[in-house]
């Protein structure tokens, strides 16, 4: 691979966690549709190992149909291109934008949060990072506030 080539493929790997909970899969769904294991998912994940090439383009091309299929899901294109392919995001945005969204993932993955209110939540937090707003409160948001947000929103 090119530099170019491992910049993105890295940037995927990076985000494959947050990409696959937001498109409602779980590492199963996910290894199905690649024919590979739930494990290999995983190890993708934890960056264990390195991404190749191939797998760059089989997980994109999946993540690709996934929009297709899903319409109303409107939060995992606009989060597939900001976290994937906006190269005009700072560095420090990105980050922030990352870790706001892994945590709206892991209380999508632990039920203990509605789907609909945390993919709301993350439609907001996608927006408020590509108006360049990622330093307002919806970017800035610690771990704890974003879940005590949505546990709120839960028990609403």
């Not at 191939?54 to 294109?77: G, S, T």
């Not at 994937?84 to 560095?91: A, F, G, I, N, W």
């Not at 993955?109 to 590509?130: E, P």
């Amino acid at each position: 691979m090119n530099a170019d080539q491992l910049k993105i493929v890295a940037r995927l790997q990076d985000n494959l966690y947050t990409i696959r909970q937001l498109a409602g899969w779980s590492a199963e769904e996910m290894g199905g549709l690649l024919d590979i294991t739930r494990q290999t998912v995983y190890n993708l994940e934890r960056g264990r190992p390195k991404m190749s090439w191939a797998q760059y383009l089989a997980i994109r091309k999946i993540i690709d149909l996934e929009i297709e299929r899903q319409p109303d899901n409107f939060v995992l294109p606009k989060a597939v291109t900001v976290l994937l392919d906006d190269e005009e995001l700072p560095e420090s945005e990105l980050t922030e934008l990352q870790e706001a969204l892994k945590t709206i993932a892991k209380g999508m993955v632990s039920r203990s949060v509605n789907r609909k209110v945390a993919l709301k939540l993350a439609m907001q937090t996608v927006d408020a990072a590509t108006a360049g707003i990622a330093a307002g409160a919806l970017a800035k948001c610690s771990g704890a506030g974003i879940m005590s947000w949505l546990e709120i929103s839960r028990e609403a």
